[in-house]
């Protein structure tokens, strides 16, 4: 079945520090891959999203670039702030195969900002 | 456009009582998805409806159950409450998935349930 196997934290950078968080999937279809991200005492917010290879998504500063050959989704970002202290989850939907419409979640990443 | 409103925030509950659980999604999305965040366990897919009827369904035991109303709106009910129930419960909606491929779903705030 499909899996996401994402980076595990948690992960404390000092602020304008470069971020990456390694996100791997597992997938028998033509996945779409999503970042959410998860504020405290929150629900989850879509951050960015790609539906096919070599797609990249990006919002906020972050980026990811779906790469098929290596079944890779890795979120980036240049320089961050505190206020992007959360909980990072990577996740895939097979949105082509008609009945799986659900999305499979890695574990999240908690990530920490220091001013 | 106001986004995917859940109800209530918080709830406790002890052992086998039942519970509901409702959510609104977009306003012109059709489809509603449930997940339970678990301390420990993740994000699990529960339930997913689309126009009124149980599309996709996840590992879990049939005392998890829900319904979608005609004004797209759902509720998740949870009978014979067991203290590994207690978690975060996330409702979303999407636009129709059979109509518009590759759409996002998005998710509302949240119930979080106490089971003592």
């Known amino acids: 079945g499909d899996s996401v196997t994402q980076m595990e934290g948690p992960v404390t950078l000092s602020e304008e520090a470069f971020l990456t968080i390694n996100c791997t999937y597992t997938a028998t279809g033509y996945p779409s891959l999503f970042w959410y991200v998860q504020y405290p005492g929150e629900g989850l917010q879509l951050l960015l999203k790609?539906?096919?290879?070599?797609d990249k998504g990006s919002n906020k500063g972050f980026e990811a670039t779906y790469r098929k050959e290596t079944t890779s989704f890795h979120l980036e970002k240049g320089s961050v702030q505190v206020s992007d202290s959360a909980v990072y989850f990577c996740a895939l939907s097979d949105q082509r195969n008609f009945g799986n419409e659900k999305l499979t979640f890695g574990t999240g990443t908690r990530l920490t900002i220091i001013p | 456009e106001a986004g995917v409103t859940q109800s209530p925030t918080h709830l406790i509950k002890t052992r086998g009582q039942q519970v509901t659980l409702r959510c609104s999604p977009i306003s012109g999305h059709t489809s509603v998805y449930w997940y339970q965040q678990a301390l420990g366990l993740g994000l699990q897919f529960l339930l997913w409806?689309?126009?009124?009827?149980?599309?996709n369904r996840g590992n879990f035991p049939p005392r998890f159950s829900g319904r979608q109303f005609p004004n797209y709106s759902s509720e998740l009910n949870v009978n014979a409450l067991e203290l590994e129930d207690s978690a975060l419960y996330l409702c979303?909606?999407?636009?129709?998935?059979?109509?518009?491929?590759?759409?996002?779903?998005?998710f509302g705030d949240g119930t979080r349930l106490s089971i003592l």
């Open positions: 979303a909606s999407s636009e129709d998935p059979f109509l518009y491929s590759n759409q996002p779903q998005h």
């Open positions: 790609a539906t096919k290879a070599d």
């Open positions: 409806y689309d126009e009124g009827e149980e599309r």
